[in-house]
């Protein structure tokens, strides 16, 4: 641990994850973040509710696909429904630089709403801060979700067992291209929106559908899909094999990253997340995914072997049959994209 | 509503008013958030629960009595206890500017865990994002909170009636004081320590031991005693008439606000609330507050009377039978305070 904060930190790779075990763990712990998930379970009263929190310091605010309102509703909810919760209510704070726009920030709010209103959660405690000028940066918006655990969801990575199918929700890499072309300092012009999405209809209808079927969901956001596989391959002590020619990546992300020498599977997604299902239901589950406008892109990218012959880990089997390490995100590629 | 934002508008006072009604509810409009209080209820499943957030931007980060870790706690747990509930759980989530410190980041973080322990909330969920140098000011924490209403708790402007007593269950405006000195810019010298405190075990117990007695309470932030007492004019419709006399100050509080300018009564606090309460059961409720530690200074300050012979509002009877009105507070005295 370096002795100041770098953006790296902030990435959501290896950084982010010694900077949390370093210096909030060990003050912080509790059971329900141990799990360190992006949502924890929470027992109240009789019922099983699971809350999740995230800032959202997103740059530029605005981008093709979504704003910092839009994102910060859709982050929040997939957290929830990734963990096969319901979302219910949200709570929402603003940290507003002075001199920001006043119409603007009601822009936000609007599409915050809007978007609420689309994911069917209420907003029901909100703040507003000021900062001095050059104190933040237009707006940052933090958000917590609280949603109730649907019946029939029983989700985690100890439930990952070898053969099950490794699915992703759709083509990977957008939104962390789309914010990098929105900064504009590149003088690249390409078509790419951002994936930026409440999944809560494309998602918690499988787990009614086909129960017991998906093991584990996440939503590959910060680190992009090869830090989540990761994750999962190492808490499941699983190896994850995946096949390079089956991920989908629309051609002008592609052609971005090879541009600039970056991955598609350490770009951060806003409204695409990898599952793990059981191997006998995952071609049922893949025609559900695809029938939804938001899942028409999905696919099954590999499977889960057993960490007997190789230790656990993310395997690319690329298309000249060579197989390589895919690694988890040490630092970032791009701060600041969620 | 002007075109850019000012520091006035997170000032807490009428500007903040503004801008929550002008730019946030037009959108965010919801059953929870209309009732504006510091933090609503929700129907989750067959429990009561009441939710709440807040984003600290306190500067300077370490001051006398406290720090931004254990601010962010204190400052959640009395929304909630304020509202008749028992804090449960936290989120918390971490904007770290880049080159912030680690050492002076876990310290915060082993302030905000300690808190947690003292007022028996579980952090269930946390996130940390990191901006660029000059994009932040060291660390701003958002914390939600969620708490279960405690049996019995009846608590709302509109049970407030004529010939209540209004309490202050410390002295005021002992954050405030604090604050501006631990800025340095004054070079004044001053023991005022923050009042910065967790009052769940101050505050619960009384709803248990005077049921219904306890008619509205609100902890004094940003804004201080006369912007809460506006509030409950304002919404219950009556006239808060106050002694001047009666409310407890410390002299060295009262000395730095007449070398100031300021009035004590705009001060923030971060463990003094305001109560209303019956009068007959006032004094008891009064020596139940005195003898903890937390409410040792508890005084009552005033009463409540009809709107009938003048409007609704706050008035404060001077030592020479003056009677002038306290307004609200309209932009900030010192902004960034919590």
Redesign the interface.
């Known amino acids: 641990?370096?002795?100041?904060?770098?953006?790296?930190?902030?990435s959501g790779g290896r950084l982010?994850q010694r900077?949390?075990e370093?210096?909030?763990m060990?003050?912080?712990k509790?059971?329900?973040?141990d799990e360190a998930d992006d949502?924890?379970r929470?027992s109240?009263?009789?019922?099983q509710?699971v809350?999740?929190?995230?800032?959202?310091?997103v740059r530029p605010l605005f981008f093709p696909g979504g704003d910092i309102g839009k994102l910060a509703v859709c982050g929040t909810v997939n957290d929830l429904v990734v963990c096969g919760a319901v979302p219910?209510?949200l709570?929402?704070?603003?940290?507003?630089?002075?001199?920001?726009?006043?119409?603007t920030?009601?822009l936000i709010?609007?599409n915050?709403?809007?978007e609420?209103r689309n994911a069917r959660v209420?907003?029901?405690?909100?703040?507003?801060?000021?900062?001095?000028r050059?104190?933040?940066?237009g707006v940052?918006i933090?958000v917590?979700g609280?949603g109730?655990l649907q019946a029939g969801a029983d989700l985690g990575t100890g439930r990952i067992a070898e053969g099950d199918a490794v699915i992703v929700s759709g083509d990977i890499g957008d939104h962390g291209a789309a914010i990098l072309l929105a900064r504009g300092e590149l003088n690249i012009q390409a078509d790419i929106a951002s994936d930026c999405a409440s999944l809560h209809d494309l998602v918690l209808p499988l787990l009614a559908q086909f129960p017991g079927a998906v093991r584990f969901m996440r939503d590959a956001t910060r680190g992009g899909a090869a830090t989540v596989l990761n994750e999962i391959a190492s808490k499941s002590g699983h190896r994850v094999l995946l096949e390079e020619e089956r991920i989908p990546v629309k051609p002008q992300v592609e052609g971005l990253c090879e541009m600039l020498g970056l991955s598609p599977w350490y770009l951060a997604n806003e409204g695409t997340i990898v599952l793990i299902v059981d191997k006998q239901a995952a071609p049922a589950v893949l025609r559900r995914l695809r029938s939804h406008q938001l899942g028409r892109n999905a696919a099954v990218i590999g499977e889960i072997l057993e960490a007997a012959q190789a230790p656990a880990g993310v395997y690319l089997q690329t298309p000249s049959r060579g197989r390589r390490i895919l690694d988890a995100l040490v630092s970032d590629q791009l701060?600041?994209i969620c």
């Open positions: 641990m370096s002795a100041k904060i770098t953006l790296g930190h902030g982010t900077l949390i370093d210096v909030f060990p003050h912080l509790s059971a329900a973040l949502a924890a929470v109240l009263g009789s019922g509710l809350a999740t929190t995230d800032a959202f310091t219910k209510c709570t929402a704070a603003f940290i507003i630089e002075e001199g920001f726009e006043t119409d920030l009601a709010a609007e915050f709403a809007r609420c209420e907003v029901v405690a909100a703040d507003t801060k000021v900062v001095e050059g104190k933040g940066d940052f933090t917590a609280i109730s701060p600041r």
